[in-house]
């Protein structure tokens, strides 16, 4: 059987339905073309579930940070960068895309379009900011192997 489901024409329907922004805008942000072949009834909450891979893809650097692993040498050397005043303002930042992240995996549970609307509607209200963040914390962390201090193994090896 032959899908018909045309992704861009679908998702103008719903950004006039529900006044989301335009699928140039989101697919930069969240590779909505990569859902091409889906049906119709799946769309609005896989484009949820789309945004829900980058907000846990955030959450992992950002826990790296704040609670390094001790048998990673990478997290050891970049968390030593990081002051207290970062570490506040980290903690402050995975608690809100924390707080997107369990209403998704809530909405997994059980979800109607309009709350998958909601979702997407209100974390596209957010991403501006969180994305601002994300693009210094990761900035910040390239930066950390260009420091004249330099990485040394002894450090973590004896």
């Known amino acids: ?14 950004r006039k339905k529900h006044n989301l922004p335009s699928y140039d805008k989101i697919n930069n942000d969240f590779e909505l073309d990569s859902l091409q072949n889906l049906s119709e009834d799946l769309f609005l909450r896989l484009i949820r579930r789309r945004m829900n891979e980058k907000i ?67 974390f596209l209200n957010e991403w501006p900011k969180f994305r601002k963040s994300m693009k210094g914390i990761t900035e910040g962390l390239k930066d950390i192997w260009n420091k004249e201090e330099s990485f040394k193994e002894e450090n973590y090896f004896g």
């Open 56 to 122: 846990i893809f955030f959450c992992r650097i950002l826990e790296e940070i704040l609670h390094p692993n001790a048998s990673s040498i990478i997290s050891l050397h970049e968390t030593k960068f990081f002051d207290e005043e970062d570490r506040r303002e980290n903690s402050k930042l995975l608690k809100k895309l924390m707080n997107f992240e369990r209403r998704s995996l809530s909405l997994d549970i059980s979800s109607t379009d309009e709350s998958n609307v909601d979702f997407i509607k209100d």
């Open 1 to 14: 059987m032959e899908n018909n489901f045309d992704i861009k024409k679908e998702y103008e329907k719903l």
